[in-house]
């Protein structure tokens, strides 16, 4: 078991930053891979970017490929999304989750989801 709460979203100009992070309890935590997803209003929950259980490989949507950076602290159970050069479109809101499956660029691959947080972006 999970739990994950997101943190650090809100408004932003374009072309500024924000830090997405994601704190987790449960003890399977170190040994999943994290993944972040996004959902606009009418629009279905993309995925953003995954990162494995050890923090060297990650993979992130070609849409924010160059911007975004994800990141994670295995002693402190965290996982953050460095977002920069930030775009209208990037507007949503973001989820953290805990991949359960193997299969960690779809919904499908995730057993454990935050209760997501808002990113705006103006132009």
């Known amino acids: 078991q999970v739990q994950l709460v997101e943190s650090g979203g809100g408004l932003v100009q374009a072309g500024g930053s924000l830090r997405l992070s994601c704190a987790a309890s449960?003890?399977?935590?170190?040994?999943?891979?994290m993944g972040w997803f996004r959902q606009a209003p009418g629009k279905e929950r993309e995925f953003v970017s995954v990162i494995n259980w050890s923090g060297d490989k990650t993979d992130y949507a070609d849409f924010v490929k160059g911007r975004f950076t994800m990141s994670r602290d295995n002693a402190k159970k965290t996982v953050s999304l460095q977002m920069n050069s930030l775009k209208p479109e990037d507007t949503a809101v973001y989820y953290c989750?805990?991949?359960?499956?193997?299969?960690?660029?779809?919904?499908?691959?995730?057993?454990?989801w935050g209760q997501g947080i808002q990113v705006t972006v103006s132009s």
């Open positions: 989750a805990a991949a359960t499956g193997i299969d960690t660029v779809a919904r499908v691959g995730y057993g454990y």
């Open positions: 449960g003890r399977s935590f170190r040994s999943s891979a």
